[in-house]
C-alpha cells in the first residue's frame, strides 16, 4: 500500500524560509509527476509547483522566484524550498504523486502540513 508522508511546515516570520518533504512508501511502484498544493480554509486547493519525473518543473505565478521543487527519484521524495515567505503563503500544504502500479494509475495525497507566516 502506498502512502505520502509530509514533513516539515510550521510557523516562520515574513521573509523567512522553510523546506517541506513527502516520501512516497510501499513497494511495487514507480512515480510519475509529484507536486504539492496549498489549501486555504474556505477555499479550493491550488497547484504551487509540480515536478515530472524528468525533472520538469512548473510553479504557480505567486510562488516563481521564491519556491524551488525538487524530487529524489531514488527516495521516491519531493521537496518544495520556500525562501521570501510571504503572509499570503499560509496555508494547509499537500503533496501528491501520481504512482503507477501494475494495471492502474492513481494520485495519492499527503495528510498535509501546514504552513503559517507572519507579518
Known amino acids: 500500500q502506498v502512502q505520502l508522508v509530509e514533513s516539515g511546515g510550521g510557523l516562520v516570520q515574513a521573509g523567512g524560509s522553510l523546506r517541506l518533504s513527502c516520501a512516497a512508501s510501499?513497494?511495487?511502484?514507480?512515480?510519475?509527476?509529484m507536486g504539492w498544493v496549498r489549501q486555504v480554509p474556505g477555499e479550493q486547493r491550488d497547484l504551487v509547483a509540480f515536478?515530472?519525473?524528468?525533472?520538469?518543473?512548473s510553479y504557480a505565478d505567486s510562488v516563481k522566484g521564491r519556491f524551488t521543487i525538487s524530487r529524489d527519484n531514488a527516495k521516491n521524495t519531493v521537496y518544495l524550498q520556500m525562501n521570501s515567505l510571504k503572509p499570503e503563503d499560509t496555508g494547509d500544504y499537500y503533496c501528491?504523486?501520481?504512482?503507477?502500479?501494475?494495471?492502474?494509475?492513481?494520485?495519492?495525497w499527503g495528510q498535509g502540513t501546514q504552513v503559517t507566516v507572519s507579518p
Open positions: 501528491y504523486a501520481e504512482i503507477v502500479a501494475p494495471g492502474r494509475i492513481k494520485d495519492y
Open positions: 510501499g513497494s511495487g511502484f514507480s512515480v510519475n509527476n
Open positions: 515536478i515530472t519525473n524528468a525533472g520538469i518543473t
